[in-house]
């Protein structure tokens, strides 16, 4: 990947980030929040994703950002009304400056009038005349200031910025002049001196003619923030009546932090002659590195007083090389970030044109949490070798028998003080994949707004908990399901505003989206208020199709969870069901891919909840440890709903010699792992465990096993890697003492057909 | 064996072994049997140490187990070659190969010798019976015997139980 490549990934992954803020923002303004903090966070989250557009060249989305920019500012200065109808056309915006991000990103072409609309009724509102041409936004060439953070020996780090700086190679000296040479110590600027004010003072005096000498200037690696580098030649003409008294007058204050030297020869002098050589710079460079310089010293003096962190260092010299260079202003905000977002972002920021006043809002925005971006698999590998350590911890602590803990003493309070320690540190780890469900959350407005349109139907979406952390891999398997879910609620959940209207409810209706974490799981929710499933109409159509046999009868539960069903899920029964269907076996499948499971409550005339269960984590799972056959087994605790003894359990037997287990009057299926497994047994019938499991979420099923050992939490390992998948199998894991113990898929278990007992 | 001759051996690539090199192979014996396979997909040798069987296979896989955290299947070659079970001790051996991307272990009852074999003294498996054909590539003479030279990807195919 070229850095060019890679500065492109990182100004997508700001993007997503950026939109994702933008949608939060324009949630709180749509709920009625027209404060001008939002609109600012609007306008800058905006205007940061056009400067690293025009940076890359995407000259679509510049012009469109461009244009929702200048009418945000018009919002802003108060010239236009934020009416409601101004913030729908700005949430509209948003989803454009989206599409069109995504289009950038993925190289496609976008329909040449895509926005057309929304960037007519901008110039509508603001008037056309004021609003900055976008030719001459055009015009601007970016040049991206690139700042090299490797160590450079021979100190040729500041070349590039003094590359940009016009030079003026001509000293304008008069006849008869004083030539000063200034280098003030760091000591100088540690009293709060300004060099731009004495030169300034000088001037009075005078006709001035200056010139930098930043030959001293170290390599990046090498930059001592609170030293001092530059040093100036002042070749003054003086005035009628001033002389070399006057001069030093100016330096009074200074005298001691700086080096000084007058000579009161002409311009032909040795001075003069060197002067000649020294790049000579207009004034308002020379402010521009002193404010630079200045700068630096001021934060660092505000700060704890020593400037340690990498991160401020890189800050400087990219605010530096922006005061430099005379066409740019530093538009991004000086506060810390991690290095590698901050020099990514330097390019598009040196290619702002109009915000110094925002730059200022958002310099003094309080600094957020710091944060870094890992490559997941770093991560990843951490959290496997966290795995294994809780492994080798609870072997540890599994050899611990009674005599050595009575000898042992020492040894024992180590091996509890490392469990402990493990434990945390396996939680902090788990802790940096988690994500909040905000970063799925949050495009679902969108979802929701669109749905309106193409419906017909009034809606709004409320979320509720989006601050709920869930490890990342369960968080990127959830959007589909959610988009479907929610399609589901808007298509046949919610009813017409007149339906609606006439049944006493409010012609908008609400789809909540929440999270909420219970104990192990996180459970997400999609609920409606709207007419709830049309049983009758499930059950006929289930029926038709064949899902459900003529005799059956089920409970109102069991149809509404035929929604589920695969068969029920095709085009047509989606235009002709009043209830649910689209794609939600997709969901169900999807949810249990990931160790979740899916339920649905609906209430006739007053909605439908879907609810998702999700494990917290994909990488430790809790189970119980059984014996099937002398092999070790382990079932999910996640999927068990209770365990007892076979010589309690009430069993009946149909013709085919197949065992019914009766619970609480219900009779379900019993699975003998023994025989789904094919692993021969020789413990006593009555001697054995039934574990009762979850099965798809609405049933349940019994299995057999011949012991039940304990609970522990495990490491999911992959049978696949090497071998294949086994039905039955949902993968491996390895024991405290080595040994390799199968993770039993009760769901999966559903595909094996019953075999008889083998004969004991 | 010369050691120099032994060290060339393992630098051959494989486009140098076909045009009239040597390969090498670890040599093992089922019974009174010697097979081998090349050196350069074996990933290590140990001492067996038990398996977790794995259900609803086909009898000659053994089972799996943990090698340094990752899962690995081992087939019992005996019971492959349709001789029944191996009665396995600490004693038999399970070589660790890889297969493609994957990693197998073989249950033999012993590792015998590293052979150095000029490339085109590899015969044909005579035509006759399909398991042979199948399960050998080649057939290559060690001290005036018969050496097998197996065919790990057929060993591994085939390996779930028929469901009827």
Not at chain 1, 625 to 641: N, Q
Request: proline share 5%.
């Amino acid at each position: 990947m070229s850095e060019l490549d890679e500065f492109k990934a990182t100004y997508f992954d700001e993007c997503a980030e950026l939109l994702g803020a933008l949608e939060e923002e324009f949630t709180e303004i749509e709920a009625g929040d027209r404060s001008a903090e939002r609109l600012n966070a609007v306008f800058r989250a905006i205007h940061s994703i056009k400067g690293g557009a025009g940076a890359f060249g995407f000259q679509r989305l510049v012009a469109f950002a461009h244009s929702f920019e200048t009418l945000l500012d018009h919002v802003r200065n108060g010239e236009v009304e934020l009416t409601d109808e101004v913030v729908a056309l700005c949430i509209r915006s948003n989803d454009l400056v989206a599409d069109f991000v995504s289009a950038a990103r993925n190289g496609e072409d976008l329909p040449d009038d895509h926005g057309a609309d929304e960037l007519a009724r901008f110039e509508a509102l603001y008037g056309g005349e004021d609003g900055e041409p976008l030719e001459e936004f055009d015009d601007i060439e970016f040049e991206p200031v690139m700042v090299s953070f490797d160590g450079e020996p021979d100190g040729s780090g500041f070349d590039d910025f003094f590359a940009n700086v016009p030079m003026n190679d001509e000293p304008s000296l008069s006849g008869k002049g004083i030539t000063i040479r200034f280098r003030p110590h760091a000591a100088l600027y540690q009293r709060a001196n300004d060099p731009l004010l004495l030169l300034r003072e000088l001037a009075t005096l005078g006709d001035v003619s200056v010139a930098a000498e930043v030959d001293e200037l170290p390599g990046l690696a090498q930059f001592e923030p609170f030293s001092s580098y530059c040093s100036w030649t002042i070749s003054l003409a003086p005035k009628e009546g001033v002389g070399i008294e006057e001069v030093r007058e100016v330096f009074e204050f200074v005298e001691g932090d700086c080096e000084l030297a007058f000579s009161d020869e002409g311009p032909a002098s040795p001075m003069a002659g060197a002067l000649a050589d020294d790049e000579t710079l207009p004034d308002a460079a020379i402010g521009s590195i002193v404010a630079g310089t200045i700068a630096d010293t001021s934060v660092a003096d505000t700060g704890s007083g020593e400037a340690e962190d990498d991160s401020f260092d890189a800050l400087s010299f990219a605010d530096l090389a922006a005061a430099i260079e005379p066409a740019a202003k530093a538009a991004e905000p000086a506060r810390p970030e991690p290095i590698e977002t901050r020099s990514a972002m330097t390019p598009p920021s040196a290619g702002s044109t109009d915000n110094g006043a925002d730059d200022k809002a958002h310099a003094a925005k309080p600094a957020g949490g710091q944060s870094i971006r890992v490559d997941l698999d770093k991560v990843d590998r951490v959290v496997n070798m966290v795995g294994e350590l809780v492994i080798a911890q609870s072997m540890l602590t599994q050899q611990m028998d009674d005599h050595l803990k009575a000898r042992y003493q020492e040894l024992v309070r180590g091996v509890e003080v490392l469990a402990q320690t493990t434990r945390g540190l396996q939680d902090s780890v788990m802790a940096i994949r988690a994500q909040p469900v905000k970063t799925v959350f949050s495009r679902l407005p969108r979802l929701v707004r669109e749905l309106a349109t193409k419906t017909g139907k009034k809606m709004k979406l409320e979320m509720v908990g989006e601050q709920t952390e869930i490890d990342k891999t369960i968080i990127e398997q959830l959007s589909d399901p959610l988009t479907h879910m929610i399609r589901n609620s808007a298509d046949h959940g919610l009813e017409s505003p007149e339906k609606r209207v006439a049944a006493g409810k409010p012609d908008t209706g609400t789809i909540t989206l929440s999270a909420e974490q219970a104990g192990g799981n996180i459970i997400i929710a999609v609920q409606d208020d709207g007419g709830g499933i049309n049983r009758e109409r499930v059950l006929s159509l289930a029926r038709e199709r064949g899902v459900v046999g003529p005799e059956q009868t089920l409970t109102d539960e069991q149809i509404d969870e035929l929604i589920f069903a695969p068969g029920f899920s095709t085009a047509d029964a989606v235009s002709d069901i009043s209830g649910r269907g689209v794609g939600m076996d997709v969901v169900v499948s999807n949810i249990k891919k990931i160790g979740g499971s899916v339920h649905v409550k609906s209430w006739p005339g007053k909605g439908t909840r879907v609810q998702l269960r999700l494990p917290l984590t994909l990488a430790v799972l809790d189970v119980m440890l059984v014996k099937v056959g002398g092999a070790p087994y382990v079932i999910p605790l996640s999927s068990i709903v209770e365990t007892m003894q076979t010589r309690r359990a009430e069993f009946g037997e149909a013709p085919s010699g197949r065992r019914m287990l009766r619970v609480r009057g219900e009779y379900l299926r019993v699975i003998d792992l023994a025989c789904a497994f094919d692993m021969p047994t020789d413990t006593a019938e009555n001697e054995r465990f039934v574990v009762l499991c979850e099965n798809d979420g609405r049933s349940h099923v019994a299995l057999i096993v011949d012991d039940i050992i304990g609970q522990q939490q495990v490491v999911i390992k992959s049978l696949e890697e090497n071998f294949q998948r086994i039905d039955g199998i949902a993968g491996g894991t390895i024991l405290g003492d080595g040994s390799v113990a199968l993770i039993v898929d009760v769901q999966g278990l559903n595909s094996i057909p019953d075999l008889r007992p083998v004969a004991a | 064996m010369d050691v120099a001759e032994q060290a060339f051996g393992n630098e051959l690539d494989p486009g140098a072994q076909a045009s009239g090199g040597t390969m090498q192979l670890i040599a093992f014996s089922i019974g009174e049997q010697v097979y081998a396979v090349e050196i350069t997909t074996v990933r290590e040798i140990r001492a067996w140490s038990g398996a977790t069987p794995l259900p609803r296979t086909r009898e000659f896989v053994r089972g799996v187990i943990n090698l340094r955290g990752t899962i690995v299947p081992i087939f019992d070659l005996r019971a492959r070659f349709g001789a029944g079970l191996t009665d396995a001790t600490k004693n038999h051996v399970v070589i660790v190969m890889s297969v493609g991307e994957k990693w197998v272990g073989m249950l033999v009852d012993a590792v015998s010798d590293i052979l150095t074999i000029p490339q085109n003294e590899i015969h044909a498996v005579p035509e006759g019976e399909t398991m042979d054909t199948e399960l050998l590539k080649g057939i290559v003479t060690h001290g005036e015997k018969m050496v097998g030279m197996i065919d790990l990807p057929a060993i591994v195919a085939g390996v779930k139980t028929d469901v009827s």
